[in-house]
C-alpha cells in the first residue's frame, strides 16, 4: 500500500511540510509504505503548450518530472498538501500539475486506463493566512482536476484558514489531530487487501500483465506486485502493445527483483509464471506455479495469447478470492 505526498509550498518546514509530515507518519504507522516529495526541489519545467503528449502520449521534456510519472500511477493515495498563494497553489506545485497533461492525454486521447485508476484516491491538504469565505476555492477545484488527470478520485479535503506565522499549524487545536484521523480513514480500507505477488524470471512480460490485470480488476480487494528473478532493464514493448489492446496502460512501469519487492512487502501468496525453481521461500506463504510459456522472444500472436489466459487465470483468482 503506497501513499504518495505531494508537498507543494517552497517553505520547507513549514505550516504546509509539518501538516503533510503528520498525515504521512500516521500512514506509516499503521501499515503503509510512503514517499514525501518536496516538489520545490524538484527540476520541473512549465509546460510549454506544445500539444506533444497529445500527439506522442508522453512528454518530450527531459527533467525531473519524468521521475514523477510513475510515483504518480504507483500510489494507491495521492495526496496534495500546498498552501493558498493568489487563490491557488504555488508555482512549483502549478508546474507539476501542468505537466500532468501528459497522463490527461493517455486517458482522454489515447484511450488508455492505468491498471490503478479505479481505485487510487486523491486528497487536498491547503493552508491559508486569510480568512475569506472563498479562500480554498481556486486549489480545491485545481486539486480536483489534477486528481482527475493522473488518475485518482477526489476523496476530499483538509484546509485550515489563518495559518501564516511559523508553527502556527501545530498551535491549532484540532487540525493534527484531524489530519491524523483522516489518513486512517483513508488507508485503513487498502491495508485490508491480499497481498499477491506475481514472479516471473524477467518481469517483462508475463508477471507484469498478471499484476496488471489484478490491480485494475480487483484493485479494492488484491494489492498486486509483480517481481523477477533476474530482472532485465526494460519492460517488453510487445507486452506493452497487446496490453494497449485491452485498453490498459502499461507505461512508465520498471522491471523489480525480488528483493526489492520484499522490501516493503510480505505477500499473503506468490503466483509464479512458470520458475517455481526461482521462487523464494517465505514460510506461510502459499504458492502458486501457473506454468506459462515465456512470450518475450515470441511473435506478437503468441504474446496475445498468453496475454488472454493470464487474464482467464486473474479472473478465477479473483473470483476463488
Known amino acids: 500500500m503506497f501513499v504518495l505526498g505531494l508537498q507543494g509550498s517552497p517553505r520547507k518546514n513549514g505550516n504546509t511540510d509539518t501538516f503533510l509530515c503528520s498525515f504521512l507518519a500516521e500512514a506509516e504507522r499503521i501499515g503503509a509504505r510512503i514517499y514525501d516529495l518536496q ?32 510515483l504518480l500511477w504507483q500510489a494507491d493515495i495521492i495526496v496534495m498538501a500546498a498552501p493558498v498563494f493568489f487563490y491557488g497553489p504555488p508555482a512549483q506545485m502549478k508546474a507539476l500539475i501542468d505537466r500532468s497533461q501528459a497522463l490527461w492525454s493517455r486517458r482522454y486521447v489515447k484511450n488508455l486506463t492505468d491498471p490503478g485508476r479505479k481505485w487510487r484516491q486523491g486528497f487536498l491538504l491547503s493552508l491559508g493566512a486569510t480568512s475569506g469565505e472563498k479562500l480554498f476555492n481556486g486549489v480545491a477545484l485545481t486539486a480536483k482536476y489534477f486528481f482527475d488527470a493522473v488518475g485518482a478520485g477526489f476523496a476530499g479535503s483538509l484546509t485550515y484558514r489563518k495559518i501564516e506565522d511559523k508553527e502556527d499549524i501545530e498551535k491549532h487545536p484540532t487540525a493534527l489531530i484531524e489530519v491524523k484521523e483522516k489518513a486512517g480513514e483513508l488507508i485503513q480500507p487498502f491495508l485490508k487487501r491480499k497481498k499477491i505477488l506475481f514472479l516471473c524470471k524477467e518481469n517483462a512480460c508475463r508477471s507484469q500483465m498478471a499484476s496488471a490485470f489484478a490491480r485494475y480488476c480487483a484493485g479494492d480487494k488484491i494489492e498486486a506486485e509483480s517481481a ?22 502499461m507505461a512508465f512501469l520498471r522491471t523489480r527483483s525480488i528483493d526489492e519487492v520484499l522490501s516493503y512487502m510480505r505477500p499473503e501468496m506468490i503466483i509464479t509464471m512458470g520458475c517455481s525453481d526461482e521462487c523464494p521461500l517465505i514460510p506461510g506463504v502459499c ?17 496475445r495469447e498468453v496475454r488472454d489466459e493470464i487474464e482467464k487465470r486473474v479472473a478465477k483468482l479473483i473470483a476463488d478470492l
Open 228 to 249: 523477477g528473478s533476474q530482472p532485465v532493464g526494460e519492460i517488453n514493448t510487445s507486452m506493452v502493445e497487446v496490453m494497449r489492446e485491452k485498453g490498459i496502460d
Open 287 to 303: 504458492i502458486q506455479d501457473w506454468n506459462l510459456p515465456d512470450p518475450s522472444a515470441k511473435p506478437i500472436t503468441f504474446m
Open 39 to 70: 516538489v520545490a526541489e524538484k527540476k520541473i519545467m512549465p509546460c510549454q503548450g506544445c500539444r506533444a503528449c497529445e500527439r506522442e502520449g508522453f512528454c518530450v521534456i527531459s527533467d525531473e518530472m519524468q521521475e514523477i510519472y510513475p
